[in-house]
């Protein structure tokens, strides 16, 4: 790996202490850093270097997913760290860090290879790479590249406004937009262990009756009002983490495809999805709120109750959406989306469920979290069991490597200059596209809110929404305490690993 400098806006913030800083760290321990490495963290607080370094050892010993108790690890991974002041509006900040970066290039005897991680508030982003580029920092010999977060644009135009801001200081090659589902281990192998576990001549005789893919989270809004009322469920969740993980879903299905081929057969998908419009969106999507109830912990308020909400908020906490695919294999399979807060269960995960008479289905179960693993539950009599019939559900497929982090891919992949579990701008511009009906919906109220307690499975009109084609979400165990829900304990089939 080639020696660089890791120059990271936002130094001081929440995600560079909780998932920044433990991934570098992990990344060092398993001797996947580059051996010469620097990092420049910057934010507009006075940090002495030490200071910023002691703060970095804390986030090890808050959130690092391997125990911190090697003084001289540490401290020999610390030594890379310095901080300097910057605020992002400042021009001659970025002149001062020029001369930071280039010293430390220079003592390491390195070659310019600068990676600029973002992680502040969008609304910098624009203003940083331009700065980037008209301060000199961008002239470099080596690589540079530019390390986004979540969200890219508020909306189609202003995402069209954004990249077209970036694109002049870095090209299309050189941005690498993080959707931290995309560093997951199993959403990056689903399509292997996938086709591990049943031949594409399975899947097609089998023959597929819909797909769900469900992102269900039990917290609220939590410490991120300010953000979330201006974003909700649709652009927090459903423009960028759900449609890429049906993205990454379906570009594997029927045909295995390799590493270079993600790119063009992800948009492929996603611009065979029919388009809404605006008047038709009630049809197609359900948009929900929290109300106050129960969950694990005890009672709950409702999303208007919530610090920092508007007691008269219209934003949208859930969302379940049915798609519809144009493409030829895909043209007749329903494929629905739900997200939302405040649900009984924290789960993702995606169900295939095939083509059966009766009550009892095939299904295939791909579990992404909280548990890793795909299953297929096939519906077998179970002549021993006095109830008669019950699903069996065997583990046929299970990540093979150990546990990693999606920062920890995600800035190795970086570094490394391997794009292909970054979103490219096509894809987010597609997303938008496909999203802006529902959004202009929103607006103009097209749409009703509808309130759900929280600790339910969200508003009874995304049940109806399946209902009307015959189906229902699959796992919702309406009935199960909240305890067995969150546990994810389904009392109604039998694991057989
Ligand atoms: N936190 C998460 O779990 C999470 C998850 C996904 C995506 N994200 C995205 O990641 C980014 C960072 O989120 P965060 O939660 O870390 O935010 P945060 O805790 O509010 O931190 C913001 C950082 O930006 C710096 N900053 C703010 N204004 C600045 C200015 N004018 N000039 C220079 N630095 C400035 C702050 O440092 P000073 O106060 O010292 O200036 C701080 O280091 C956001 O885009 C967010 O949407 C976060």
């Not at 790996?1 to 130094?11: E, H």
């Not at 804390?58 to 760290?81: C, G, M, P, T, Y």
């Not at 005789?205 to 939590?222: C, D, F, K, P, W």
């Amino acid at each position: 790996m080639k020696p660089a400098t890791f120059v990271l806006f936002g130094a001081t913030g929440d995600l560079a202490k909780r998932k920044i800083y433990p991934a570098l760290y992990q990344l060092f321990v398993d001797q996947k850093l580059p051996s010469s490495f620097s990092l420049i963290g910057l934010g507009r607080r006075e940090l002495s270097h030490e200071t910023f370094q002691s703060n970095v050892e804390q986030s090890l010993l808050n959130f690092s997913r391997s125990e911190v108790k090697d003084a001289a690890v540490i401290k020999k991974f610390l030594r890379a760290f310095r901080y300097q002041v910057l605020d992002v509006e400042r021009k001659e900040d970025y002149t001062k860090l020029l001369r930071v970066v280039e010293e430390r290039e220079e003592e390491l005897n390195i070659t310019p290879n600068r990676m600029f991680y973002l992680s502040v508030g969008p609304e910098f982003f624009e203003t940083i790479a331009t700065n980037i580029h008209e301060s000199g920092l961008g002239s470099v010999d080596g690589w540079k590249r530019l390390v986004i977060e979540k969200p890219f644009g508020h909306d189609l135009e202003s995402a069209r406004h954004l990249n077209q801001k970036l694109n002049q200081a870095f090209d299309e090659t050189e941005i690498y937009r993080i959707d931290h589902y995309l560093g997951k281990p199993m959403v990056q192998q689903m399509g292997q262990l996938l086709h591990s576990a049943l031949s594409e001549q399975e899947l097609r005789s089998r023959s597929m009756a819909s797909i769900q893919i469900s992102a269900n989270e039990t917290l609220g809004v939590e410490e991120r009002a300010g953000y979330y009322d201006h974003a909700g469920a649709i652009r927090d969740m459903f423009q960028n983490h759900m449609l890429q993980l049906l993205m990454m879903l379906t570009i594997e299905l029927p045909n295995r495809s390799s590493v270079e081929e993600v790119g063009p057969l992800k948009r492929k998908i996603i611009k065979s999805l029919q388009p809404l419009h605006k008047m038709d969106v009630k049809h197609h999507i359900v948009r929900g709120q929290y109300g106050a109830g129960e969950i694990k912990e005890g009672q709950v308020v409702g999303y208007t109750n919530e610090p920092g909400i508007a007691s008269d908020s219209q934003n949208d906490t859930f969302i379940a959406a049915r798609l519809q695919s144009n493409d030829p294999f895909w043209k007749d399979i329903p494929l629905y989306i739900r997200t939302g807060k405040r649900l009984k269960e924290k789960v993702t995960r995606i169900v295939i469920e095939f083509k059966l008479e009766g009550p009892l289905k095939d299904l295939l179960i791909i579990e992404i979290g909280p548990n890793e693993g795909i299953f297929f539950q096939k519906s077998q009599s179970v002549q021993e069991h006095s109830e008669g019939e019950l699903p069996i559900r065997n583990q046929v497929s299970f990540l093979k490597e150990g546990v990693t982090d999606a920062y920890e891919s995600l800035i190795y992949d970086a570094l490394m200059g391997d794009k292909t579990y970054f979103a490219h701008w096509d894809e987010v511009e597609l997303s938008w596209e496909w999203v802006q009906p529902i959004l202009e919906a929103y607006q103009e109220n097209l749409l009703p809110l509808h309130i759900y307690p929280a600790g339910s499975f969200g508003p009874l009109e995304a049940d109806e929404l399946l209902a009307r084609d015959g189906f229902h979400w699959w796992f919702d165990n309406k009935n199960a305490s909240n305890d067995e829900a969150t546990q994810g304990n389904v009392p109604t089939y039998h694991y057989n690993t």
